[in-house]
Nanobody, 116 residues
């Protein structure tokens, strides 16, 4: 029904930047809420940011002022611009699509490692 593929992760130094991408296919993209979650080692998956079909966004307190979520409906792609990265941002980052309260799928995840 929906396929999601994350990309853009990697190894960066504290204070560095990365831009993650989530490419969606298989169903309508523009009418769905999209979100980024992350799962640090040994911890539960947590919401990072979300963006609705009309562009309204929300961010976790831990990333406010540093991360920016966006979407390009023409490209069926969602982005997460991550600046001023900290070691505690290290996690596997996952993309998901949401209709109402139902998650429609998850990507395979992309690893972000912040280390000196």
């Amino acid at each position: 029904q929906v396929q999601l593929v994350e990309s853009g992760g990697g190894l960066v130094q504290p204070g560095g930047s990365l831009r993650l991408s989530c490419a969606a296919s298989g169903s309508t993209f523009s009418d769905k809420t999209m979100a980024w979650y992350r799962q640090p080692p040994g911890k539960q998956r947590e919401l990072v940011a979300a963006i609705t079909s009309d562009g309204s966004t929300t961010n976790a307190d831990s990333v406010k002022g540093r991360f920016t979520i966006s979407r390009d409906n023409a490209k069926n792609t969602m982005y997460l611009q991550m600046n001023s990265l900290k070691p505690e941002d290290t996690a596997v980052y996952y993309c998901t699509a949401i209709r109402g309260v139902r998650t429609l799928g998850w990507g395979q995840g992309t690893q972000v490692t912040v280390s000196a």
